[in-house]
Nanobody, 122 residues
Framework: VQLVESGGGLVQAGGSLRLSCEAS????????LGWFRQTPGKEREFVAA????????HYTDSAKGRFIISRDNDKNTVYLQMNSLKPEDTAVYYC????????????????WGQGTQVTVSS
């Protein structure tokens, strides 16, 4: 599985961005999908995840109420709608895919995209 993110950029605090991650390959619906982010000198941290069916979602506390993860299995794409962005959301955002049932830990993901930069100015 190859994953390609898009949609990052520069936005003012309070603004919105929608990240997309398109996957190649077949059987897209068998993969749980997650969004993680990383800033220099820090470990990659979990942001949001969605099960293969899309019926189950998970969010880190800082993302709850502001971010929405969704997927379109017909388009092999997962999305992260980010609203009310804050400067502390600035990071490189990665999407990842896993066949495991644990969705919130990066070590359980087998496939990763190259990342997309999100910068939120104050």
């Amino acid at each position: 599985v190859q994953l390609v993110e898009s949609g990052g950029g520069l936005v003012q605090a309070g603004g919105s961005l929608r990240l997309s991650c398109e996957a190649s390959g077949s059987d897209f619906s068998v993969y749980g999908l997650g969004w993680f982010r990383q800033t220099p000198g820090k470990e990659r941290e979990f942001v949001a995840a969605i099960s293969g069916s899309g019926r189950s979602t998970h969010y880190t506390d800082s993302a709850k109420g502001r971010f929405i993860i969704s997927r379109d299995n017909d388009k092999n794409t997962v999305y992260l709608q980010m609203n009310s962005l804050k400067p502390e959301d600035t990071a490189v955002y990665y999407c990842a895919a896993t066949t495991q049932t644990v969705l919130v830990l990066p070590n359980y993901y087998q496939y990763w995209g190259q990342g997309t930069q999100v910068t939120v100015s104050s």
